[in-house]
């Protein structure tokens, strides 16, 4: 596994919270809740795109096309 993807997760998480708490500060909790599913989403499909690659390495490695 790519330590540059956990390190861009942790980016990901430490802009959210601070848009999050920002925005809850100001008594936007809606947009706060945006920003923190927003956030969700970008990490799920980066997870996704791993699993993705995960799966064609294998594909190919057992030559299963």
């Given at each position: 596994?790519?330590?540059?993807?956990?390190?861009?997760?942790?980016?990901?998480?430490?802009i959210?919270?601070?848009?999050?708490?920002?925005?809850?500060?100001l008594?936007n909790r809606?947009?706060?809740?945006?920003?923190?599913?927003?956030?969700?989403?970008?990490?799920?499909?980066?997870?996704?795109?791993?699993?993705?690659?995960?799966?064609?390495?294998?594909?190919?490695?057992?030559?299963?096309n």
């Amino acid at each position: 596994m790519d330590i540059d993807l956990i390190f861009r997760i942790a980016g990901v998480g430490i802009i959210v919270a601070i848009l999050h708490t920002v925005l809850e500060q100001l008594g936007n909790r809606n947009q706060a809740q945006l920003v923190a599913l927003a956030g969700v989403v970008v990490v799920l499909l980066m997870v996704v795109q791993m699993v993705y690659d995960l799966f064609d390495t294998v594909k190919t490695m057992f030559r299963l096309n």
